[in-house]
């Protein structure tokens, strides 16, 4: 039996926090033996996600690259019960074939 979303060991979800703390997340599952990492964002993390990203392939893995960018855009309910929509995005990581 399964409660609450499921979550995959190779997604990092990036929100708030500081963006070495999403590197050190995505180097960890690197390290823990995946080969790709997906980074997801909402709104105005948007830039930290893309920050992330670079921060991984260009300072600390040499041998990984960015294989796909996808962008969407979410509806969400607001405390009030409204809709808004926000844009989202997923960026995949991997190490190069």
């Known amino acids: 039996m399964s409660f609450g979303k499921r979550v995959e060991a190779d997604v990092v979800y990036v929100g708030g926090k500081p963006t070495m703390s999403y590197v050190l997340a995505s180097l960890t599952v690197f390290h823990g033996g995946c080969d790709q990492v997906i980074l997801k964002a909402r709104g105005r993390a948007i830039s ?15 041998d990984v690259e960015v294989k796909s960018i996808k962008i969407s855009t979410e509806t969400l309910k607001t405390a009030e019960g409204n809709e808004i929509n926000t844009s989202a995005i997923e960026i995949v990581v991997a190490r190069k074939s």
């Open 48 to 62: 930290k996600a893309v920050d992330t990203a670079e921060i991984i392939r260009n300072r600390f893995l040499k």
